[in-house]
């Protein structure tokens, strides 16, 4: 239902304002409450005279909320009878009726915390207790509910009160000191002096008549001297023992319902993946007389020995240089002119092992101003034995690199 639609106004005009007193925040809020007998409808209008908040609920909702708030069991496929419609008839009857100004000073009102609507407020009383969840209804439409409901009333009650006899007689000093006796007593405290003048059975009840009078035709509310108190009874919901009794209890330890359950504190299952195994080498001497007709390399230890003439170090640590047949050959730096057969190996392990150590003391000689190091090879793999071959052809590069080191000096590494 829309808060400014004809149905809704018809509904607050001849309702009174009801105020309470927020004691967190020292806050006067006034409160309009409605409900209808038709659709079981209720809603309430709430405002601190600069913004508007207001809730409409329908009857199935109205049902669910007041079993909720008063811990009636809530069963969704009861039946819906001439008793449930009449209980809800009354039970809504009552809830605006706690929201006059005669009924509301036995309920304590409290503004809560809320994560569903704008404001929430708790009304609570002997007989039964409830909550609203109103929404803001934006500045544009709460200027305009404002000023038809709460400001042209008090107009022209002001003017009723100036015209009247009584302050028409009042000379001008004694009209003055009554004027700034009323502002200092509302600048010192506006909530409780909002609350005394709108609380006067006779000031709300004439602000309500008069409201009615200019938006509606007939019907209007009579001006009270005296609150009217009304005896708040509300009725259970019906079968409400039997519903309640009727109530499944919740699933009992060992039953097949209490153990199929998701347990947030069980261990989580890890799978770990298997690194992938490398085949084996295998020892021996016969992969140091193939490792010259294998395509690539198997072993780091004879990638430092077989840099190009122009190469540095720091390269051949990045990319893996040919096979050393390959790499003689095309240098030309070979003894011999023809293919040489799978040469022996050496018949002891001294030579190959002190074949390194040279290739590592003659590059810092011939290049001393390379920043990089060179990396060792990795200590778990075994060096192939060397031939005696290939010792003579590592020594060649020792001597043309110290033939070429004026070309290094000027930054032109290639």
């Known amino acids: 239902m829309d808060l400014l639609s004809d149905d809704f106004q018809n509904l607050l005009y001849t309702k009174e304002w009801a105020v309470k007193v927020d004691a967190s925040q020292s806050q006067p809020y006034l409160i309009k409450s409605f409900s209808s007998k038709t659709d079981t409808s209720c809603g309430v209008v709430i405002t601190d005279t600069k913004s508007v908040w207001t809730e409409v609920l329908p009857g199935q909702h109205f049902a669910r909320r007041w079993r909720k708030c008063n811990s009636f069991p809530l069963v969704s496929d009861a039946p819906f009878d001439l008793a449930e419609n009449d209980w809800r008839a009354h039970n809504a009857e009552v809830l605006a009726n706690a929201h006059t100004p005669g009924c509301i000073q036995d309920f304590d009102f409290e503004i809560v915390e809320t994560k569903f609507s704008d404001l929430a407020c708790t009304i609570e009383g002997a007989s039964f207790q409830w909550r609203w969840e109103t929404n803001y209804i934006g500045h544009r439409q709460s200027a305009e509910f404002i000023s038809k409901h709460l400001i042209l009333p008090l107009i ?77 009874q509300p009725l259970p919901p019906p079968n409400a023992d039997e519903v309640r009794n009727a109530t499944p209890d919740a699933p009992q330890k060992g039953s097949p319902m209490a153990d199929v359950r998701f347990n947030p504190n069980a261990p989580a299952i890890h799978v770990e993946a298997s690194a992938p195994t490398l085949p084996s080498e295998k020892p021996g001497s016969s992969k140091a007389g193939t490792k010259a007709e294998s395509p690539l390399p198997d072993l780091p230890p004879a990638i430092p020995g077989q840099d190009s003439d122009t190469e540095d170090e720091d390269s051949d640590d990045a990319l893996p240089p040919p096979p050393p047949s390959k790499a003689v050959d095309s240098k030309g730096k070979s003894k011999a002119s023809t293919p040489v057969p799978v040469a022996k190996p050496s018949p002891s392990p001294a030579p190959p092992k002190r074949a390194p150590p040279r290739r590592r003391t003659a590059a810092p000689s011939s290049s001393s101003d390379e920043s990089s190091p060179v990396q060792k090879p990795p200590s778990k793999k075994t060096k192939p034995p060397v031939s005696s071959e290939d010792s003579d052809s590592d020594k060649a590069p020792v001597v043309k690199k110290g033939t070429r080191q004026p070309l290094k000096r000027g930054g032109k590494r290639f």
Do not use: C, Q
Request: glycine content about 2%.
């Open 156 to 232: 022209s009650l002001s003017n009723l009160a100036f015209i009247s006899p009584g302050l028409a007689n009042m000379t001008d000093d004694d009209v003055e000191k009554s004027v700034d006796k009323l502002a200092r007593t509302s600048k010192r405290t506006p909530d409780i002096y909002i609350k005394n003048v709108l609380s006067k059975p006779k000031i709300s009840s004439t602000l309500a008549r008069l409201n009615a009078a200019v938006n509606l035709p007939n019907g209007f509310p009579p001006v009270k001297s005296e609150y009217d108190t009304t005896e708040l």
